[in-house]
Nanobody, 120 residues
């Protein structure tokens, strides 16, 4: 089974940018990013198809976040711009099936997460 490892989290001021990366140990199909803020349930952020041609975003991040992938390196990235304090959370990447979906139960493998903290 593929293993996933996130990197790139950190502390940034509101309005700043961060780029998260997820390295997979092998080939993956659709990939997703989810996040969990303290005291809240994990929520969908973005997803991308295996080819990279299809993407989906949560309304809260549309226009600010961009998901991309490099299949030659088995990596998926999440470029986060115009960050807000409400984006503070642990961010997880996940490997899914053929189609990029927003549902957690469609993803079978998860990374351990990386902390993103946005200060006001």
């Amino acid at each position: 089974q593929v293993q996933l490892a996130e990197s790139g989290g950190g502390l940034v001021q509101a309005g700043g940018s961060l780029r998260l990366s997820c390295a997979a140990s092998g080939r993956t199909f659709s990939m997703g990013w989810f996040r969990q803020a303290p005291g809240k349930e994990r929520e969908f952020v973005a997803a991308i198809s295996g080819s990279g041609g299809g993407t989906r975003y949560a309304d809260s991040v549309k226009g600010r976040f961009t998901i991309s992938r490099d299949n030659t390196k088995n990596t998926v990235s999440l470029q986060m711009n115009s960050l807000k304090p409400e984006d503070t959370a642990v961010y997880y990447c996940a490997a899914g099936g053929l189609f990029p979906t927003t549902r957690e139960d469609n993803y079978h493998t998860w990374g351990q997460g990386t902390q993103v903290t946005v200060s006001s």
